[in-house]
């Protein structure tokens, strides 16, 4: 069974950065090559796909709101997908989630999981 574990969400300033983590046990990173992903999900709307990264292809999506700021990594000797956070806006305050194995992930789109973390919240103030 695939359990994820997510940290690092805080209160930041416009401007500021953050690192979350997602620490993932009951897969093999090296092995098993899950697509993973982070998600938001901001105060009273629905949870969107943000970044996610397929490592037996190598391919990388990031939406159009955060691309540049957010990029995705792996760790594969800690078991650790990060998401560093940076350019923060008042708009990226949400609850974030990491999720795998993915339904979906390409460069034009991420689809869900039925597998998810108990998320992580940031909050940006202006």
């Known amino acids: 069974e695939v359990q994820l574990v997510e940290s690092g969400g805080g209160l930041v300033q416009a401007g500021g950065s953050l690192r979350l983590s997602c620490v993932a046990s009951?897969?093999?990173?090296?092995?098993?090559?899950?697509?993973i992903g982070w998600f938001g999900q901001a105060p009273g709307k629905e949870r969107e796909g943000l970044v996610c990264?397929?490592?037996?292809?190598?391919?990388?999506y990031s939406k159009a709101s955060v691309k540049g700021r957010f990029p995705i990594s792996i760790d594969n000797a800690k078991s650790t997908v990060y998401l560093q956070m940076s350019d923060l806006k008042p708009d990226d305050t949400a609850v974030y989630f990491c999720?795998?194995?993915?339904?979906?992930?390409?460069?034009?789109?991420?689809?869900?999981?039925?597998?998810w973390g108990q998320g992580t919240r940031v909050t940006v103030s202006s």
């Open positions: 999720a795998a194995p993915l339904h979906y992930c390409s460069i034009y789109n991420i689809a869900g999981s039925n597998n």
């Open positions: 990264i397929s490592p037996s292809d190598g391919i990388t």
């Open positions: 009951g897969f093999d990173f090296d092995y098993d090559e899950l697509a």
